[in-house]
Every structure is written in C-alpha cells, then in structure tokens.
C-alpha cells in the first residue's frame, strides 16, 4: 500500500521532487510508498490502467498531500484527487505552493487546514504530521532541514524571477544596477516594458516549454514576443534550465 499520495500539477514538478527528498530524508519511505505521477521513479506503472490506478490509489494511500497552486487549479486531475480523497474522510493535506495564498482553497478545502511552502516551520509540522498518521518516527530536524530550506529557495528564487537573480550577478561585476521590481523592462535600455507580473507569467510559461522538449532558442523567441529583452530571456532561460537540471 502507498504512504504518501502526491497530488499535483505537472507544473509543479521541480517542487514535488523536492517534497519527495523531504519526506523521504525525513521518515525514511522508500521510493515504493510514494506516488507522484510526474515525477521518474515515482510514475504509474506502465501499461496500468490511469484513471482506475489514480482512483484506486487516491482512496487507499494513508495520507494524501495535495500542492495547491495556480497551475494545480487548472488541471482536472488534481480536482478529481482532491475531491475524491476530500469525500474518503481520509487524511489529506493541503500544501500551498510558493507564493500561493489561503484563498486559493476553494469548495470543501476551505474547511481544511493548508500548511504553506513558505513557511520552514509549517513544513516542519508537514512532517510531523505525516509521521503521525504513517506511525513512524522522525529522523532528527537536522537531518533533513537542508531539504527544508530547498523548498523555501526554490520560492523565493521563482517569486523574484530569474531577472533579478541575473541583476545581482550584473551588480557584482561592476555593471548598471537594476532595481529589482522593474528588473524586466530596465536590464536592458531597448524593448518593450514588462512588469513583474508578466514576468512571472513568461517565466512560467517557459518553464512548462522547457518541461516539454522545446529549444532554448525557441523559448527565447517565445519570450522575446512576450516582450522580454533578449539578453534577459537568454538569461531567464539559463536559470530555468539549471533548475530543470538539478
């Protein structure tokens, strides 16, 4: 039988393997007890029926978490989950992704207490909560907090942006400073002007071409007809690529 359900948006990849280094650093699964569908190692069996795999799972893993993000609400997969499990009475938790609020729970979930990425304390208690329902001991905080502050990183890193990771390198060496919350329209001194929201939009709309086999080069195109500058994109698509790598 599966430990640990992961519920989630294929989006959401790069976290997920994360919370998987996390729990198992943490309570010592083996890959077997776990389940994330678009995670190597982690997948469906092949050949197995997925919609009555997922079903069967969804109901019989001992503690189900569901990633709660923007990319997660749109997919029907996910909604099936969450409302199957949600129905089942049986332990479930719901994980904000980086950035994400409480109002992204909606329906039913709102009923139900969500721990935040965000937060390392809260994903302290993410496990200790699952070593409560699985009965399992926790190996000592120090062992897996590295893993904790992984996640916390890959937050803070996607909240801001490739842009302004590639101002600070810009400001160390000597280059025009960039200030961060208008990072995309001011690294360089031509091309359209794009916010920060926008940004993030791009930026993750590249992520999602890169996931699926595109070229770097035509996902600098991609992003370039989003009106980010070249050599920002350029760079925006090389800090994706080493987070895809990792």
Not at 6 to 33: G, M, P, W, Y
Not at 202 to 229: C, I, T
Request: include cysteine; charge should be neutral.
């Amino acid at each position: 039988m599966l430990s640990v359900f992961i519920s989630h948006s294929h989006e959401d990849t790069e976290l997920v393997k994360r919370l998987i280094t996390l729990i198992r650093s943490s309570l010592n699964l083996s890959a077997t007890e776990i389940r994330a569908t678009s995670v190597d190692g982690y997948r469906l069996p092949g050949g197995a029926n997925v919609d009555e795999r997922l079903r069967t799972e969804v109901q019989d893993t001992k503690v189900l978490v569901g990633v709660i993000s923007t990319a997660g609400a749109r997919s029907s997969y996910v909604t099936f989950e969450l409302g199957a499990r949600w129905g089942s009475g049986k332990p479930m938790v719901p994980l904000l992704a980086p950035g994400v609020g409480i109002d992204a729970l909606a329906g039913p979930l709102k009923g139900i207490n969500a721990l935040s990425c965000d937060s390392p304390a809260q994903l302290h208690q993410l496990v200790d909560d699952i070593s409560q329902h699985l009965e399992l001991k926790l190996e000592r905080a120090a062992a897996y907090q590295k893993c904790i502050d992984d996640i916390v990183d890959l937050g803070r890193r996607f909240s801001r942006g490739p842009s302004l990771a590639a101002n600070e390198r810009a400001d160390r060496s000597g280059n025009v400073q960039v200030p961060p919350t208008h990072a995309a329209s001011e690294a360089t001194s031509r091309g359209p002007h794009i916010g920060q929201p926008k940004l993030a939009d791009a930026e993750r709309d590249a992520h999602s071409k890169l996931q699926s086999g595109a070229s770097g080069g035509e996902v600098v195109a991609g992003l370039e007809r989003r009106g980010v500058p070249r050599r920002l994109a350029e760079e925006m698509v090389k800090e994706l690529r080493r987070t895809l790598d990792e």
